[in-house]
């Protein structure tokens, strides 16, 4: 079993970077991944991405600065993946 292997991960600011390369990671270690940024357009390529190393991601376009953000996005990771285990 990989170290993501029946765990859900949420990446904030995954659309780039260093944090698009850690929610790739985690997708190809078997994690299901949520895949966070402004960007819907590289959000979408990260979770193509993903999906074509045979993980499971999806996308949620957020500014994580607003208020309730955080709360609103952790409810809709649960809501795509169901409970998730803590690391």
Known sequence: MGIGQGRVAIVTGSTSG???????????AGARVAVTGRDETRGREVVHEIARTGGEAVFFAHELGEAGTPDRLVEETVSAFGGWTYW
């Open 18 to 28: 260093i944090g698009a390369e850690i929610a790739l990671r985690l997708g190809e």
